[in-house]
């Protein structure tokens, strides 16, 4: 079985811009579950120079392609996308993925390497590690932010719109401020109370505890992969994440196709995201899924993002 699991239609990936809604759900039901630690077909692995230290990333696609930057989000991975990539490169698409800082594979990448020296991750931080990959190739580039990433990337898109040619926010927390208020995750109820030390603890613990019931291959990824984030970034975007900016009048303002995905079975409402996504300008589509679609809806996922991107 090919890495990234992704159904073939007599040998062949399905072409994601003829496809239609029906055949997406279809093909999507019938992903088996893969060998998440390993590298996809084609891939290669690079890494990026940022201020906060060296980037582990995916690269994959035609060098001359259209550019996709994909941004995980807390304790996530490059490897989250999988199943999203090869569908994006099969469409001509060059794409790349890479760890946040204190991530997995980039756990080395610190405030302690900037100039002068931060003791925390924040939301600074982050913005100018994903300027410094977009830098990194062609631009403006197609940019997706994945949760917490999806913060990121529109901090980044106010701050240097002329680097962004689109932007996708995937299961990006649709709530300002305190964003763990009234989630259906296990900090939902004590969001108000526990200190930042114990909702990163509790955020972790649910993770591990897998109640959104991913498949066993994914689940052991999962949980292999935990130890390896610092846990200080962990703490530190938990804490982020309950001050989450309000930028949507500046991301509205600015006229490039935009996109809000996100499931039904999320920990936010589908309510907020509807909200959001009017408040800046976007689009937005639910799956029948969870907090990850790029798991376990991808070719909805790639199909709606093509769709968007190419819209002008």
């Known amino acids: 079985m090919l890495f990234d699991g992704t159904p073939r239609l007599d040998g ?34 690079v890494e990026f120079a940022a201020p906060s230290g060296r980037l582990a990333g995916f690269r994959a696609g035609p060098v001359s392609g259209p550019r996709i930057v994909l941004m995980p989000g807390v304790t996530g991975s490059k490897e989250d996308f999988a199943l999203l990539l090869p569908l994006l490169v099969g469409a001509g698409y060059r794409v790349e993925a890479f760890d946040l800082a204190g991530q997995y594979d980039s756990a080395e990448a610190g405030p302690e390497h900037l100039e002068p020296p ?55 927390p649709p709530r300002i401020g305190q964003s763990f208020a009234g989630t259906k995750s296990v900090l939902g109820p004590l969001s108000h109370v526990l200190s930042g030390r114990a909702s990163a603890g509790l955020f972790v613990w649910g993770i591990l505890q897998n109640f959104n019931r991913a498949p066993e291959h994914r689940t052991r990824f999962v949980r292999e992969r935990m130890p390896r984030h610092r846990t200080a970034s962990i703490r530190d975007i938990i804490g982020l994440m309950r001050h989450t900016p309000d930028v949507r009048a500046e991301v509205a303002a600015i006229d490039i196709p935009k996109l809000v995905v996100f499931g039904a079975h999320d920990v936010w409402k589908a309510r907020l995201y509807r909200a ?26 790639a199909r709606d993002m093509v769709r968007v991107m190419e819209r002008r």
């Open 276 to 301: 959001y996504a009017a408040a800046i300008g976007a689009e937005s589509v639910e799956y029948a899924s969870g907090h990850s679609p790029c798991e376990d809806a991808p070719h909805q996922l």
């Open 12 to 45: 062949q990936l399905p072409d994601i811009r003829t496809m239609t809604e029906s055949a997406a759900v279809l093909l999507d039901q019938a992903i088996a579950d893969v060998d998440w630690a390993s590298i996809p077909t084609g891939v290669e692995r």
């Open 118 to 172: 931060r003791e925390h991750y924040d939301h600074e931080l982050y913005v100018d590690d994903l300027l410094a990959v977009l830098d990194a190739g062609r631009a403006p580039a197609h940019v997706l932010g994945y949760s917490f990433a999806g913060t990121v990337a529109q901090l980044a898109l106010v701050r240097s719109p002329e680097r962004f040619a689109s932007l996708t926010l995937l299961s990006s």
